[in-house]
Each structure stands twice: as C-alpha cells, then as structure tokens.
Nanobody, 125 residues
C-alpha cells in the first residue's frame, strides 16, 4: 500500500518562500509519476506541478517561474520549492502519485490514485 506524507507547510508573508516535502513508502521499486495539488476553501482541487518517473516536469501557469518540483528517488521524496509566494497561493497542498505510471505528466486530479493528507500553506500580507 502506497503512503504519502507531506510536510513543510506553514505561514509566510507575501514574497517569501517555503519548501514542501512528500515522503513516499510502499513502492515496489520504480518511482512513479507524482504531482503537487492544492485546494483553497470553496474551490476545487487543482494541479500545481507534476514530475514523471524520468524527471520531466510541468507546471500550472499560475506558478510557472515561482515553483519548482523535484524528487530524490533514493530518498523516495518529492519536493516543491515555492518562491515569491502570493496571497492566492494560500491553500492546502497535497502530493499524489499515479502508481504504475512512470511516463505520465499530468495536472489532472483524476490521473492520480494515491494521495497524502495535505499540508497547509498560508500566505499573508
């Protein structure tokens, strides 16, 4: 059973930075496609960034140039470096994996089958 645990959320002022981490366990060996998603109150969950098993990445337009997704396969950990944070980045952030898929590069919620519990990011002025 795949388990994902996020950490690194917190409160930060606009223009600040945070680094989220997501530890994965239960993988049989290969590192599958993974992504970061967020959900603000009253809004649908949306894709923020994704990385496939080969290191290719994609980002939502709203975070391009500010967020960087990366992974350490040896540590089975996914990261999201968030810089130049804005008020609208406030949300619960979730990591997810598309178990069984290494070449998937998607920001669609329905493409992922395992999810973490989330970590809150709050940006204030």
């Amino acid at each position: 059973q795949v388990q994902l645990v996020e950490s690194g959320g917190g409160s930060v002022q606009t223009g600040g930075s945070l680094r989220l981490s997501c530890g994965a366990s239960g993988y049989s060996g290969a590192m599958y496609s993974m992504g970061w998603f967020r959900q603000a109150p009253g809004k649908e969950r949306e894709g923020v960034a994704a990385i496939d098993g080969f290191g290719h990445t994609t980002y939502a337009d709203s975070v391009k140039g500010r967020f960087t997704i990366s992974r350490d396969n040896a540590k089975k950990t996914l990261y999201l470096q968030m810089d130049s944070l804005k008020l609208e980045d406030t949300a619960m952030y979730y990591c997810a994996t598309a178990s069984g898929h290494r070449g998937l590069l998607s920001l669609l919620v329905n493409d992922y089958n395992y999810w973490g519990q989330g970590t809150q990011v709050t940006v204030s002025s």
